[in-house]
């Protein structure tokens, strides 16, 4: 189920504010129309819905993780059942960026966001990631020779801000091609060196992880040997059972030239091949010199699949009267269950005739979104997988001619 919680507003943006390029002179000219968002149309209102997180983070010796019996060790994989609220602002207008040489001024249009991720994996609900940011739409150009591309730039408050570049790379028909993704760490720029893990067997109880003991979990089906071997497990658990009639992929990465091996995406160097990558807080990268020990857990590369995916689904609505309150809704269930569906308002306007009541089709925007990040410390670099299914937060309203 989406979550029903209330929204509560935290980015204010005023009324009349839009972005455009300074006028000059005395005449008064309009601005120009905003430039186009491409597929980041859809990003619009509040999106919600659960996923799952893992992370390898250090741990040490001063300040360890406590686990019964103690364990000594240099890491801990960190399990999230995660909660997801992303909120998007009004588009900014037209954003120039002044060309040189050859090049002539471009104007972007871009779309602000605010990410919110609790862990409910235990209640009560614990915060553990908050991410403004911003996506572009940017036009094609001749210097450099590129085609429309998209960027996320995205502030994270552990110390990193990421500039994520990349393109709409497919609208397909039907749903989309989920494949695997690899948690397991490898030796510092040598991806062929994997360094498996005990905590990434899910039966094993005696391994520095949280949750440790992961047989709850496995009995009630919530964290599987499968999702720890392939997070987008998830994602095919949400999807194999919906009808999707489009899907629109977006491929970014901080360092476009080389994906992540691995997944989620694919190993060939994305449009555009350079530009984008990670900064970091000094206490992440910690001391580099020779002989020193490194980073603490600095932030390498952030590599990820957004899929904007167009559902549809049957809604059985009742008998309504005009004037009367909307009634919520919930959509029809196959016979297995979606776990993450959005909600419906129905409703009549007065001086309409009344509504018999039948099962009506209507179709919604559904966004699900698989990203790694590598954290290196230690000699290795450790996979921060992250994926999630999101639904309209609001009940969506089903059109009048429709009833």
């Not at 969506?396 to 009833?403: E, F, Q, S, Y």
Request: proline share 13%; charged share 10%; net charge negative.
């Amino acid at each position: 189920m989406a979550n029903q919680n209330a929204l509560e507003p935290v980015l204010f943006v005023p009324g009349e504010f839009t972005l455009h390029g300074v006028r000059h002179g005395t005449a008064a000219a309009a601005p120009a129309a905003a430039p186009p968002l491409g597929p980041l149309a859809a990003f619009v209102g509040n999106f919600t819905g659960q996923g799952f997180n893992t992370i390898f983070r250090p741990d040490n010796p001063v300040t360890p993780t406590a686990f019964t019996p103690p364990i000594a060790s240099d890491n801990v994989l960190e399990l999230n059942l995660t909660q997801e609220t992303l909120s998007f602002s009004k588009p900014l207008g037209s954003v120039p960026n002044r060309g040189s040489n050859a090049q002539g001024n471009i104007f972007l249009n871009g779309v602000p966001y605010l990410q919110t991720i609790n862990d409910v994996t235990t209640l009560p609900a614990t915060g553990i990631h908050f991410e403004p940011g911003i996506w572009l739409n940017i036009p094609a150009t001749t210097q450099p020779a590129e085609p429309v591309t998209l960027a996320r730039m995205a502030s994270i408050p552990h110390g990193t801000t990421i500039e994520a570049q990349g393109t709409l790379v497919a609208t397909v028909k039907g749903g989309p091609v989920l494949n695997p993704v690899s948690i397991t760490p490898f030796v510092i720029g040598d991806p062929t060196k994997l360094v498996t893990f005990p905590s990434q067997t899910a039966s094993d109880a005696t391994t520095p992880r949280i949750p440790q003991d992961l047989s709850p979990f496995i009995a009630e089906g919530t964290i599987t040997q499968a999702m720890l071997t392939d997070p987008n497990t998830v994602l095919r658990n949400q999807v194999a059972n919906q009808t999707i009639t489009q899907t629109e992929v977006i491929f970014i990465s901080t360092n476009p030239a080389a994906p992540l091996p691995g997944g989620p995406l694919p190993a060939a160097p994305l449009t555009p091949n350079f530009g984008g990558g990670t900064d970091n807080v000094a206490f992440l990268l910690g001391d580099q010199s020779s002989g020193t020990p490194g980073p603490n857990a600095q932030s390498f590369q952030m590599d990820a699949i957004f899929w904007i995916e167009t559902v549809e689904y049957e809604v059985l609505v009742p008998p309504l009267h005009p004037g009367a309150h909307p009634v919520i809704l919930e959509p029809v269930q196959p016979s297995v269950p979606v776990p993450l569906v959005p909600r419906f308002s129905a409703s009549i306007p007065a001086h309409h005739k009344p509504f018999p009541g039948r099962a009506v089709t209507i179709s919604t925007t559904q966004i699900q979104y698989s990203q790694k990040v590598l954290l290196n410390f230690h000699g290795l670099s450790w996979p921060h997988a992250s994926v999630a299914s999101l639904v309209p937060a609001d009940p969506i309203v089903i059109p009048v001619d429709l009833l």
